[in-house]
């Protein structure tokens, strides 16, 4: 498991705690692996899920870090959604 993945996976968790997201959205990470987000957290893995969002490590990093909003990255095409878009909207306001 990558310790990049990891750690995204830890800031993720700080990020959304307290959060209700009663979905599940993978976060395909190029070059890297995938977490996933549900109920229960996130975490390194490569699960099915309601929506994917894919990115560069960059982008992802600068998502995360509220450099980017996650909805400007994908009107740039830096994100890719494949799947439910309401659930990606969602977790789009949670991390803003």
Do not use: W, Y
Request: net charge negative.
């Amino acid at each position: 498991m990558s310790d990049i993945l990891a750690q995204a996976a830890q800031a993720l968790n700080e990020k959304l705690q307290g959060a209700d997201f009663p979905a599940t959205a993978k976060f395909e990470i190029a070059d890297l692996g995938a977490i996933l987000l549900d109920s229960s957290g996130a975490r390194v893995s490569d699960d099915e899920a309601d929506v994917t969002l894919s990115a560069d490590a960059e982008t992802f990093q600068e998502i995360l870090s509220g450099e980017l909003n996650p909805t400007n990255a994908f009107m740039s095409g830096k994100l890719t959604i494949d799947g439910d878009m309401g659930i990606a909207m969602q977790l789009a306001s949670a991390l803003a």
